[in-house]
């Protein structure tokens, strides 16, 4: 008797784990998965890339600085907890560039749902800001001169 017991505590214990749900986080939790350069032309390409899509918005100020601060929205089918976007992170640019940057960062302190992309510069900068392929980037191009409009 004790056998037919253990085995239908065995078979009950069997089916619960089968309809329960495990609600996991995505490994790393990390919202900036990456920044490049391309410094072949005569401004520098900078692309940072988010882990979920995401839409340009707006940034400030608008053509030059020592700092520009992107504004953009999560897109509807990021799935990415509130705590997460509520946060801040920092990214490393591991190429070189001519307009020195000295920081990438995500800010969602005062936003979750509209958190800001920022990047500061050594000098100041003259700076386009455009939105990423497939929605998973910002792109900038960044030069010493006012010609930024004309980068590609």
Known sequence: MKKVNILKFILFVASCSIFTTINAQPAGSRILLDAT????G???RVEITFSFP???LTHIPKKHGK???VQVSPLGGAQVDTYILAGTESIRLMDSTKNGIREISYDGTFSPNRPYLILGFNNDVHFRVVQ???FRSIVLFISANDDVDTCQ
């Open 42 to 44: 005569p401004c520098d």
């Open 37 to 40: 350069a391309d410094t072949s």
């Open 132 to 134: 990423g392929e497939r």
């Open 54 to 56: 995401v839409q340009y």
């Open 67 to 69: 700092e520009v601060r």
